[in-house]
């Protein structure tokens, strides 16, 4: 799986010179692999029509939930969207860089396992929505206590094999 990383960077002021700096970012962070999300792109003509911003701020919310990182661009620290964006990206646990110099490549970023665990839980999610039609809920007229028992015995069984999958017998040559 391709890592996402959220561009946040200033928009109002000169518009269009912020949505080419963070389109600029953004594709240099494609060149190191990454998939990028770049708020500034995803809503360019947005604001031609009557929308709340708040509107707004809770798509780009979702969207660093979503995300694996952050990349922060010119005058950030004047901006109060790019401010907020940092915030939220804090409360994910998402690392932060401010430097496009000390972004690594894709294939180099190590996941936390908090990440990781979140992605396989959304993963997850989406393949029973696929299935099912609805996520996992409560009161779904299956008895939960007992889907943990027979889960948990197949995650033991799984272990066991990864277990007796690396094992290497020292007498072997």
């Given amino acids: 799986m391709t890592p996402k990383i959220f561009v946040a960077g200033p928009l109002r002021g000169n518009r269009a010179v912020n949505t080419k700096e963070a389109a600029r970012v953004g594709l240099e962070l494609v060149r190191k ?3 990028v999300y770049i708020p500034h792109t995803m809503f360019a003509g947005f604001e031609l029509y009557d929308i709340p911003e708040e509107t707004f701020m809770e798509l780009v919310r979702q969207e660093i939930a979503e995300c694996h990182a952050m990349i922060l661009f010119g005058d950030w620290q004047r901006s109060e969207g790019s401010m907020l964006e940092r915030k939220e ?4 646990g998402l690392p932060v860089f401010a430097d496009i110099n000390v972004v690594p490549n894709a294939v180099d970023f190590v996941f936390s396992t908090a990440q ?3 992605e396989i839980i959304r993963e997850r999610n ?3 929505v696929a299935k099912y039609e609805q996520p996992l809920n409560p009161w779904n007229g ?4 007992m889907d943990l028992l027979e889960e948990s015995a197949d995650m033991l069984m799984y272990a066991l094999n990864v277990s007796r999958e690396d094992y290497i017998d020292p007498l072997k040559p």
């Fill in 89 to 92: 990206a804090q409360v994910h």
């Fill in 142 to 145: 299956r008895n939960s206590k």
């Fill in 116 to 118: 990781l665990v979140g």
């Fill in 33 to 35: 692999g990454w998939r």
């Fill in 126 to 128: 989406k393949l029973g």
